[in-house]
Every structure is written in structure tokens, then in C-alpha cells.
């Protein structure tokens, strides 16, 4: 727009306030102070962000919700390596995922062939009563023949590399566990908010 | 390459498999003192890539070095972690 066109354009020119070009002597010291005082706050701001954003530290929450042997592992083996990462880590267990932080409970995970096409065998024969221990027992097998980690010495790792596992309080009274039947080390008397706060700030998050 | 090193400590993760090599490197790793080398030795083929990947991504740590080698007709990786400042 044009200045030395009066007529046209004059009302335009009139609404925009170029900010470089502010007359200081129309503010009386009142709104000098004010503006100071709503400057400070926001450079308090941008210093809390930058602390915030510079530490540069990962953040993973992963929800762990499943308690068969296949799903144990997915949270763990993820949670210890981020722990490796140097990331900050935290896994909520809820329902039967708390099987996976029960003491006893964590030793007899089973494995079902029912409904898992991948399982070598059909479904009205996985159906049967004693096939969950037979294919426990042969995924068990292969675990230790591959080397594969049990799941007490991946929460052995993930506890001495300072993951945060999570065990929901409510799901406890419900499963009507006892807070001791957990490993040592467990952090219990956690809810959802407490799940959401760290995944707010989470850089991953996961729920299996 | 490796032999220009000087390795401080030797992992030795024959026989297992992810996620231990790379979490055992890190435990090791935090042993030591800055500018040491870490030597790692494992039978997984996946901790090439995985250990790679971790010391790129993970500060205070640099690979200097890999290398797959035959020992006694079994495939052994070895990795040379070193911490840094």
C-alpha cells in the first residue's frame, strides 16, 4: 500500500499500526511497566521450555496389557533397550499385563494355539485341554535354545536400568493380588492419571 | 582396524540374543572410564545392526569399530564401544 496516495487506501493505512514506528512517548510509565513485567514472564517461559526440550532425553510409555508368554516379551525387550538408550521409561501394567510383574505368576505364562494361525496345529485340536501347556512347553523349549531371555531376567534389566514398571492399583484389588506378589522393585499404588501424565510428555508411546 | 585399539574390557555375549547384547554393552559401557574401549563379542547376527544403531543414537558412547570373524567355524561379531565425554 501506498502513502503518498491519499483516497485510496487511507483507511487501510489509517488500521495498520506498524509496531516499529509506535510513538514511546504515547504510553504513560503505567504500560512501560506492564509490557516490562508481561516481558519477564515470557522470557521465563521460553527459559522453562528450552530446559524442558534442551535435556534432550527420550521418553517411551508403553502400556502393557497382555499376560500370555508372546505378549510378555514386546514391552520388556523394548523397555530395556530404551533403558540402554539412556531414555526414561516407564511400562504400566493393567489387567492380565500385571501377570508379567507377578512374581510367581510371571514363571507360568502360557502360550495358546487357539486362534494363533502361525501355531502348527488346527484350531479343534489346540482347543483341547492340555495343548496350552504343549505348546508353552515347546515355545519354552525354544526360547532357551535361542538364547532368548527368560522374562525374569528381562525384568531383572529393565528394574538395575531404571525403567519404571507400573503396576495398576485397580487392577490389583481386582485380580485381588497382594501388592507383595510383586518383583521387588515394582512401583504399585499407580492409576491411569498417573500413566497419562508421563505419557503427555512421552516421545513414544505404545500400548501391547 | 581393531587391533589398533586398546580394549579395556571384553563383554562376552555368546549364545544370546536381543535385547541382551546391546543391554549388557550399556551396563558395561557404564563401567568404564571415559576414553576406554569396550570390546563386545556375541554370536547374534542382529547386535551388528542393533549396536550400531544404539551407539549412534545414544550420547556418551562411539563405535569405533566392528567386524565379523569365523572361530572355530561359528559367526562371531565384535564390536569396539568406547566411552566418550
Given at each position: ?57 527420550k521418553s517411551m510409555t508403553i502400556i502393557a ?144 | ?85
Open positions: 500500500m501506498s502513502t503518498d496516495a491519499p483516497g485510496a487506501g487511507a483507511d487501510e493505512a489509517a488500521d495498520a499500526v506498524d509496531p516499529v514506528a509506535v510513538d514511546a512517548d504515547s504510553f504513560d510509565a503505567e504500560d512501560v511497566a506492564a509490557m516490562q513485567a508481561e516481558l519477564d514472564e515470557l522470557r521465563e517461559t521460553v527459559a522453562d521450555l528450552e530446559t524442558e526440550v534442551g535435556d534432550g532425553q496389557t497382555k499376560g500370555t508368554l508372546d505378549m510378555a516379551y514386546p514391552p520388556l525387550i523394548l523397555a530395556s533397550t530404551a533403558a540402554a538408550f539412556g531414555w526414561d521409561v516407564v511400562v504400566f501394567h493393567t489387567f492380565w499385563g500385571l501377570d508379567i510383574l507377578h512374581e510367581e505368576r510371571s514363571r507360568n505364562l502360557q502360550l495358546s494355539a487357539v486362534g494363533n494361525p502361525s501355531m502348527p496345529v488346527p484350531n479343534a485340536v489346540a482347543a483341547l485341554p492340555f495343548m496350552d501347556r504343549v505348546t508353552t512347553r515347546m515355545m519354552e523349549k525354544r526360547i532357551a535354545d535361542n538364547g532368548t531371555a527368560s522374562i525374569e531376567e528381562l525384568i531383572d534389566v529393565s528394574l538395575e536400568s531404571g525403567v519404571d514398571l507400573q503396576a495398576c492399583q485397580m487392577t490389583i484389588d481386582l485380580m485381588e493380588y497382594d501388592e507383595d506378589d510383586f518383583y521387588d522393585g515394582v512401583t504399585v499404588g499407580v492409576g491411569a492419571a498417573t500413566a497419562l501424565q508421563h505419557m503427555a510428555d512421552a516421545d513414544v508411546q505404545l500400548m501391547i | 582396524m581393531s587391533s589398533e585399539l586398546e580394549v579395556t574390557e571384553t563383554l562376552d555375549v555368546k549364545g544370546e540374543s536381543c535385547p541382551m547384547p546391546v543391554v549388557k554393552t550399556r551396563q558395561a559401557v557404564d563401567q568404564l572410564a571415559d576414553g576406554e574401549v569396550l570390546e563386545v563379542v556375541a554370536t547374534d547376527s542382529g547386535s551388528m545392526s542393533d549396536i550400531a544403531g544404539w551407539a549412534e543414537s545414544t550420547d556418551g558412547v562411539e563405535l569405533r569399530a566392528q567386524e565379523e570373524a569365523d572361530e572355530g567355524g561359528e559367526a562371531v561379531y565384535k564390536h569396539y564401544v568406547a566411552k566418550v565425554a
